[in-house]
């Protein structure tokens, strides 16, 4: 039996949560008919609306998918902030598994709930999502992004979420080593998912030494067979390999306890959201063992920018030209860590939060 103290309990816990980051809005999302179950997060809207993707994974519970989608709508805020976007940070996520439970009509359904937020929220693609899922979205809002190019918008934005995580890649060689050629550097990636993919294309095209890892054997053999120069390497047996750059490229948390043991890296530079397991402890953590950490909420951007331009008329060169500033801002970071001797994700977080502020105190917030 469902007491009313135990109502309150449930709902203490989730405005305890959205307090303890000041997240603005959080909407849960249920629908029988087509066995939707997702959970939409708002966390800062004061530089534009809340624009980020929508996850599709079977979590094991509730919690642990309030978890993910709290801690990555935050991360939305301070991308778009650190990018110079005026957006604000938002995301999605849908409890089930998106190789075998996508119909039409669940992305029909959730692209309702979407719409029902009033602009607040701008959905676009993330992990188990494509332009298909977004397409059917479209027919219910006008708030998503990442549509096709025959649609108007700028397709599939992992090729540019790559790019962007290069070009951080380059930036945190350039800090770590006094050049930011990769021709002679050995680069685990941790997924091999679309970014991940395009990742290793450009790192193959520099000449680095790749080795690659996922969970799905379908996904290593079709990377192998457009790359064939990459390293094929078992899921566990990535965090022990001797290399310059680790790149976690899949789900969140791999930087944590165990594997920061194991880790013989100089460098972790990825795609992956919320790389580490717990910002404070395990930022510090990595900055103590002299690794130099490229905060993922900083050079995974690409993808963002992109669909941040179909707003106003998709300009490919132009998403990509902003795209490339990652590296300086990356630089800047860095820089302020130093100077500052405290983590990057902490430096970049204070930078985010320092043109947030500006805009809030000035009232120009959206």
């Known amino acids: 039996m469902v007491t009313t103290a135990t109502k309150t309990a449930a709902t203490d816990v989730v405005l305890g949560r959205m307090e303890q980051h000041d997240h603005e809005?959080?909407?849960?999302?249920?629908?029988?008919?087509?066995?939707l179950k997702a959970i939409i997060a708002i966390h800062d809207t004061t530089l534009g609306p809340a624009l980020g993707g929508t996850r599709m994974w079977p979590y094991?519970?509730?919690?642990?998918?309030?978890?993910?989608?709290?801690?990555?709508?935050?991360?939305?805020?301070?991308?778009?902030?650190?990018?110079?976007?005026?957006l604000g940070g938002g995301k999605a996520v849908i409890i089930g598994d998106a190789r075998t439970q996508k119909t039409e009509a669940m992305f029909r359904r959730f692209g309702q709930f979407v719409e029902s937020l009033n602009g607040r929220y701008i959905t676009a693609e993330d992990v188990g999502m494509s332009t298909t899922e977004m397409v059917n979205i479209r027919k219910e809002t006008r708030n998503v992004a990442g549509l096709p190019e025959e649609m108007g918008g700028s397709g599939d934005p992992s090729p540019v979420t790559a790019y962007g995580v290069y070009c951080g890649m380059k930036a945190a060689a350039k800090q770590a080593y006094g050049s930011d050629v990769l021709s002679?550097?050995?680069?685990s990636i941790q997924g091999g998912g679309n970014v991940g993919r395009y990742l290793a294309g450009y790192l193959v095209k520099d000449g680095a030494k790749v080795f690659i890892t996922d969970i799905h054997d379908d996904k290593l053999a079709a990377i192998k067979a457009e790359h064939p120069a990459v390293t094929l390497v078992k899921p566990d047996e990535v965090y022990d390999l001797d290399v310059d750059i680790y790149s976690p490229c899949a789900l969140g948390a791999t930087v944590n306890d165990d594997t920061l043991k194991r880790l013989k890296c100089s460098v972790i530079a990825g795609a992956a959201n919320n790389q580490l397991a717990d910002e404070s402890v395990h930022g510090k953590a990595v900055m103590k063992k002299g690794i130099l950490y490229a905060p993922d909420f900083l050079i995974n951007a690409g993808g963002i920018i992109n669909c941040a331009w179909e707003r106003n008329g998709y300009n490919r060169k132009a998403a990509l030209g902003q795209t490339e500033a990652i590296y300086d801002t990356a630089l800047r970071i860095f820089k302020a860590s130093a100077d500052l001797d405290i983590p990057t994700y902490l430096a970049a977080n204070q930078a985010a939060e320092h043109r947030i502020s500006g805009i809030r105190e000035a009232g120009l917030r959206f």
């Open 25 to 35: 809005e959080v909407l849960f999302c249920f629908d029988r008919a087509t066995g």
């Open 60 to 86: 094991a519970s509730e919690a642990e998918a309030l978890h993910d989608v709290l801690r990555l709508s935050r991360g939305m805020t301070y991308k778009s902030a650190l990018a110079g976007l005026d």
């Open 184 to 187: 002679s550097r050995k680069v």
